[in-house]
């Protein structure tokens, strides 16, 4: 079982629409969660992370985590073309060291 | 916010020789960098955790001897791929973090690397 696993893609949504992505864990000493969005050629940049149980909101992205669950999920709120790109889940482990997922690739179509 | 600053962007080398890639925070002290490599369409590996003044921890399967890294100061570390071989084409990344908890870890811009 992989440590980090995310929703299989490619996802393809229509401007203004909510993309949601998710992620699985399996390891319970994961810490924090990190997404990232990394366009074609490019370093990951980042989205935002959190490490509390809940939501986090950030302007149009909302990141949800829930240990019990083992569940992380980035949720973009009115996608524009310009989010299209593959997003990274990451969770941190101990020795910060961090575990990406293999991405999922997300178009918006205008 | 923190910034990871990584060099060069491309190289392009023959197969046996060796090449330095350069990682400097910019605006803060970064006592730990992490390297990473990723192939085509794959996600990113952790390579090693670089330590400042200490060795490097290789994560397993990383050859020590082939990729060797040294974190001589707070703001910079280098890997330097020795004798390369086109399997080692890849793009490889740097990454640190500013202060511990409350921040995230930044990347650098990333290093193409092509051994022909």
């Known amino acids: 079982q992989k440590e980090v696993e995310q929703n299989s893609g490619p996802l393809s949504v229509p401007e203004g629409a909510i993309a949601s992505l998710n992620c699985t864990y399996s390891?319970?000493?994961?810490?924090?969660f990190f997404w990232y969005r990394q366009y074609s050629g490019k370093s990951p940049e980042l989205i935002m992370f959190?490490?509390?149980?809940g939501d986090k909101e950030d302007g149009r992205f909302t990141a949800q985590l829930n240990k019990a669950s083992q569940y992380v999920s980035l949720l973009i709120r009115d996608s524009q073309p310009s989010d299209s790109a593959t997003y990274l889940c990451?969770?941190?482990?101990?020795?910060?060291?961090?575990?990406f997922g293999e991405g999922t690739q997300l178009t918006v179509n205008p | 916010g923190a910034v990871v600053s990584q060099h060069p962007s491309w190289v392009i080398c023959k197969s046996g020789t060796s090449v330095k890639i350069e990682c400097r925070s910019l605006?803060?002290?970064?006592?730990?960098m992490f390297w990473y490599r990723q192939f085509p369409k794959q996600s990113l590996m952790l390579m090693a955790t670089?330590?400042?003044?200490?060795?490097?921890?290789?994560e397993q399967g990383v050859e020590k001897d082939k990729f060797l890294i040294n974190h001589a100061s707070l703001t910079l570390s280098t890997l330097t791929v020795t004798s390369a071989h086109p399997e080692d084409s890849s793009f490889y990344i740097c990454?640190?973090?500013?202060?511990?908890?409350?921040?995230?870890?930044?990347f650098g811009s990333g290093t193409r690397l092509t051994v022909v």
């Open positions: 990454s640190a973090r500013e202060g511990q908890v409350n921040y995230g870890y930044t």
């Open positions: 390891d319970r000493g994961s810490q924090s």
């Open positions: 959190i490490y509390s149980n």
């Open positions: 990451a969770g941190e482990t101990s020795g910060s060291r961090l575990t």
């Open positions: 605006d803060f002290q970064a006592t730990t």
């Open positions: 670089s330590n400042e003044g200490s060795k490097a921890t290789y």
